[in-house]
């Protein structure tokens, strides 16, 4: 951590898990505090919280602790609606939030379908990120994974979550791999997805008092559906900005599209968060 009282906190989506934001850390850490809050989930899904409100209680607890003079939370995807959550908590016990992000959050009861197919590909990429730089060949065997899967999501719907199982552990076993490892750690990432998933869908939290930067990814995905934009802005108690981003779902946390999220942020990392497009 820096010495700067601007700090930025970076709360994890359905899955538990914060790669999603290295490349931004990247851009905006080198002047200005930035952590990454992950579940502590991640080996026994068992041990994961009950409700939200737990988890954003427990969260609220950690981030106070860093004594930030200056604070923003951000969300990617399903980690927009933790932010919120944990904002609301925070705001309760007396803080001050000064502004949330949201970037590419969705209400989950509207992108079921969605999570549905987006579920294994997030699996597997938690996978990657885990397993790279321990197994060499990882990292190729996994995007090779990727792209043949990418093609079989909708057949693998149709499969129970043992099947899916026995799906993935076979392509693993083709690249000579640790398949009986790599599957433990799949089944239990699995487990810490759906357990979110069911957690977070239905939630609804409080509006803050916080001002709001609410981003979204200009393209879909290839067999995605444009879906509605959530309405984030009428949480807002002093207001929001709206960003759109030429990026998917995926590369909105990914150079280039990153650099222009971060850019986005600046302003209210400075304390500027009125600077922007009002909506």
């Given amino acids: 951590a820096h010495t700067s009282t601007k700090t930025l906190v970076c709360i994890h989506p359905v899955g538990g898990q914060i790669h999603h934001y290295r490349h931004l850390?990247?851009?905006?850490?080198?002047?200005?505090?930035?952590?990454?809050?992950?579940?502590?989930?991640?080996?026994?899904?068992?041990?994961?919280?009950?409700?939200?409100?737990?988890?954003?209680t427990a969260y609220a607890d950690i981030i106070r602790s860093l004594?930030?003079?200056?604070?923003?939370?951000?969300?990617?995807?399903?980690?927009?609606?933790?932010?919120?959550?944990?904002?609301?908590?925070?705001?309760?016990?007396?803080?001050?939030?000064?502004?949330?992000?949201?970037l590419d959050s969705y209400w989950l009861e509207d992108v079921q379908v969605q999570i549905?197919?987006?579920?294994?590909?997030?699996?597997l990429q938690t996978l990657r990120e885990t397993f790279q730089h321990q197994i060499h060949p990882f990292k190729n065997a996994v995007d090779e994974i990727l792209g043949r899967t990418e093609f079989l999501q909708d057949?693998?719907?149709?499969?129970?979550?043992?099947?899916?199982f026995e799906h993935v552990s076979r392509l693993l076993a083709e690249f000579n791999l640790p398949h009986q490892v790599l599957e433990a750690t799949l089944r239990n990432q699995s487990a810490l997805y759906r357990?979110?998933?069911?957690?977070?869908?239905?939630f609804k939290p409080q509006k803050v008092n916080a001002r709001m930067?609410?981003?979204?990814?200009?393209?879909?995905?290839?067999?995605?559906?444009?879906?509605?934009?959530?309405?984030?802005?009428?949480?807002?108690?002093?207001?929001?900005?709206v960003r759109?981003?030429?990026?998917?779902?995926?590369?909105?946390?990914?150079?280039?599209?990153?650099?222009?999220?971060?850019?986005?942020?600046?302003?209210?990392?400075?304390?500027?968060?009125?600077?922007?497009?009002?909506?």
């Avoid at 549905?116 to 699996?123: K, N, P, T, W």
């Avoid at 357990?195 to 239905?202: I, P, T, V």
């Avoid at 930067?213 to 900005?241: F, M």
């Avoid at 995926?250 to 968060?273: F, M, R, T």
Wanted: glycine letters at 8%; a negative charge; hydrophobic letters at 40%.
């Fill in 213 to 241: 930067i609410i981003g979204w990814a200009g393209e879909t995905l290839p067999g995605v559906s444009a879906l509605e934009h959530s309405n984030w802005a009428d949480y807002a108690r002093r207001g929001a900005t």
């Fill in 67 to 102: 004594n930030a003079k200056h604070l923003v939370l951000l969300g990617y995807s399903s980690g927009g609606i933790l932010a919120m959550a944990v904002a609301n908590m925070i705001e309760q016990l007396g803080g001050t939030v000064n502004c949330v992000c949201l």
């Fill in 116 to 123: 549905e197919r987006e579920s294994l590909h997030a699996v």
């Fill in 195 to 202: 357990r979110h998933y069911q957690m977070l869908k239905g």
């Fill in 25 to 56: 850390s990247d851009v905006v850490g080198a002047t200005r505090n930035v952590y990454g809050i992950r579940s502590r989930a991640i080996l026994d899904h068992a041990r994961e919280y009950v409700t939200v409100n737990e988890m954003a």
């Fill in 244 to 279: 759109t981003f030429n990026a998917n779902h995926y590369s909105i946390v990914q150079p280039p599209a990153v650099q222009h999220v971060a850019d986005a942020l600046l302003p209210a990392l400075e304390g500027n968060e009125h600077n922007g497009e009002a909506q």
């Fill in 155 to 164: 057949d693998l719907l149709l499969l129970s979550d043992e099947e899916r």
